[in-house]
């Protein structure tokens, strides 16, 4: 094989001992779990909303954003539930470009993952600790989840990934909600069978042993827009496209039905200044269609400290170094005026 093998990385058990989950800390994620649980089976009618950096690059900057989140999901508690957005592996789609702090915990230096390991786990659980935050994650490895599972509180999988058998069936083994992307081509049938497996039970090969699946109730959609056959962005958040999802709900018969809109990639044009608009034409339309609001659970925003984005190695803090993000400002408005519109 064309393969240096550099270092034998240390396994999920060793990790959590290192860094571990506390019996208050535990605690708070269970809290949490069931309260994700409530929303997509539908008992707790707050909107979700899934909100943070496209990548976590720095510790610094992304915990300065989440004592800020903090003290806004505390005056919105009411109406809004929010998951931080921890994104720690950053596909690539041509495979070129940063690739996120499992990979370079230092976006300038080489590659660690040994150290990125690490630098992961002791990321999600300082938010925990000083925020009482359990995030979401992207399940890009899927075999890596176990380094994570005591601490997410959400995983989706990527638009590029949702073909793949490992993460549909690693999803059926999980016990927190999973986003299924719809792909770049936009097939929202791809998505479904992707949903349809990850809600089934199955056996198979996992991390080397021999696994078997209870099957993941919590598995759903998420509509994050498609290419063209130009290559061509085009949104899939509106009325049209939501009732189509419904009714590919009703015929599926899977359970939980529920969709989160992001409001980023190709559904804005990779313009993250448009979000605050989708997200509000989204709202308006389940006003008017009350099924549409039942089935919509909430949004994925991409926002960071500072609007835009900037190279690897820039000097602006808080500014993302991959896909473009909102600001904070514009952020903390938004969900302000979304608590406000929800209580009227």
Known sequence: ?????????????????????TPDLARIVESRAETLRSIFTGQDSRLLLIVGPCSADRPDSVMEYL???????????????????????????????????????DSTGRPDPFKGIIAVRELHLRALRETG??????????????????????????????????????????????????????????????????????TFIYRGWAVHSQGNPLAHAILRGYQNRHGENRPNYHYEELCRLHDLYQESGLENPAVMIDTNHANSGKDPLQQPRIVREVLQTCRQAPALRKLVKGFMVESYLVDGCQPVGGTVFGQSITDPCLGWEKTERLIRDLAEEISR
């Open 67 to 105: 004592h800020r989140l903090r003290r806004v999901q505390d005056e919105v508690k009411d109406s809004i539930f929010i998951v931080p957005r921890i994104y720690t592996n950053k596909p690539r789609t041509t495979g070129d470009g940063y690739m996120g702090l499992l990979h370079q915990p």
């Open 133 to 202: 935050f359990t995030s979401a994650d992207e399940l890009l490895y899927p075999e890596n989840h176990r380094y994570l599972d005591d601490l997410l509180a959400y995983v989706s999988v990527g638009a590029r990934s949702v073909e793949d058998q490992q993460h549909r069936l690693t999803a059926s083994g999980l016990e927190i909600p999973v986003g299924m992307k719809n792909p770049t081509t936009g097939d929202l049938q791809i998505m479904f069978h992707a949903i349809h497996a990850a809600q089934c039970r199955h």
């Open 1 to 21: 094989m064309n393969l240096d093998f550099e270092r034998k990385l240390p396994i999920p058990m060793e990790t959590k001992a290192m860094y571990p989950v």
